[in-house]
């Protein structure tokens, strides 16, 4: 896998102590390039709906149908792009556990980017439990080989200092091939959460970062709103095939899974996140991270203001 060289737009500084957490490894007494994160979003367009529901029983049906939508993927990816795709792949769970983004979807959406004339697709994300059993028990290894898209598993070396601009966070590791891609797709799963009440687009941006992600759960809901505001993705498709409801985000009972055969496809992460709540029985009010994220200029709570169009394929 080839590195990645020094990067235009960074800025060298020294960290303060001397001391910066490059992954798990230790930085000392040296400069470090510290780089911003694009932003990865098309222009909106209201020709199209901001937000499109597709129920049905193939996963790769309802996918085409919900990015057609929203305008088709000739309006998110262009000839010789390099897309990232960012399941959520935290776990080392099945399919049918519904802890990870269901491998369908990731098959799906990858092959749509390679009809768009992507140069290259990328599937990545930093897992919680073992990333090698986490990617192949969860099925997304075997989609991402079968759609000819790129598997990245990062090292405790592959992570970049980012100036993220939060509150909570300022400079953190960052996966590297955030700094390396011309597009990001976004790809949630719907899932209870004991700390943040719900997982969904805005929590999965925790898989893009490094470093002591646990020391963040102390304000969970200023730093999910941390990273939405610096990760900007082109387009977000949720995953609410198998949708687990209660002990998350790990899961494990398939007493915790059910079936809602749908996806949704927004560019409004905020309103995706709120309407997705219905599936886990909660109300915008009770997830302090969605006012939060209203509040710095993200999106709107109110998904029902926004055009959206509900289908069945």
Do not use: C, I, Y
């Given at each position: 896998m080839e590195r990645?060289?020094?990067?235009?737009?960074?800025?060298?500084?020294?960290?303060?102590?001397?001391?910066?957490?490059?992954?798990?490894?230790?930085?000392?007494?040296?400069?470090?390039?510290?780089?911003?994160?694009?932003?990865?979003?098309?222009?909106p367009n209201t020709l199209f709906p901001a937000m499109a529901v597709v129920h049905g029983q193939n996963v790769e049906n309802m996918a085409r149908e919900a990015v057609a939508k929203l305008g088709g993927m000739a309006r998110f990816i262009q000839k010789g792009d390099r897309v990232l795709l960012k399941p959520n792949v935290g776990w080392d769970r099945m399919p049918e556990q519904a802890a990870n983004t269901g491998p369908d979807l990731v098959l799906a959406v990858a092959r749509l980017c390679q009809e768009a004339q992507a140069a290259t697709v990328w599937v990545t994300d930093v897992s919680l439990n073992d990333p090698a059993r986490c990617f192949f028990r969860s099925g997304i290894e075997n989609a991402a080989q079968q759609a000819n898209a790129q598997l990245f598993l990062p090292?405790?070396?592959?992570?970049?200092?980012?100036?993220?601009?939060?509150?909570?966070?300022?400079?953190?590791?960052?996966?590297r091939l955030f700094h390396k891609v011309d597009k990001v797709i976004n790809l949630p799963i719907v899932k209870h959460h004991s700390l943040s009440g719900c997982t969904l687009a805005m929590k999965n941006w925790y898989g893009v970062i490094g470093g002591r992600r646990n020391q963040l759960h102390q304000d969970i809901h200023t730093s999910i709103c941390d990273l939405a505001a610096?990760?900007?993705?082109?387009?977000?498709?949720?995953?609410?095939?198998?949708?687990?409801?209660?002990n998350g985000p790990t899961g494990g009972s398939l007493e915790d899974v059910q079936r809602e055969n749908t996806l949704i496809a927004a560019l409004d992460e905020v309103a995706l996140d709120s309407y997705c709540l219905g599936y886990l029985g909660l109300r915008p009010e009770q997830i302090a991270f969605l006012a939060l994220a209203e509040g710095r200029g993200l999106g709107k709570v109110r998904w029902q203001d926004l055009n959206v169009s509900e289908t069945q394929v």
């Open positions: 990645v060289g020094v990067l235009a737009g960074t800025s060298a500084v020294l960290v303060a102590g001397g001391v910066w957490l490059h992954g798990d490894e230790p930085v000392r007494h040296r400069q470090v390039d510290v780089l911003k994160l694009k932003d990865f979003r098309v222009p090292g405790k070396n592959d992570f970049l200092p980012t100036d993220m601009g939060g509150v909570l966070l300022k400079v953190w590791p960052v996966n610096a990760v900007r993705p082109t387009l977000t498709v949720m995953d609410a095939v198998r949708v687990l409801k209660a």
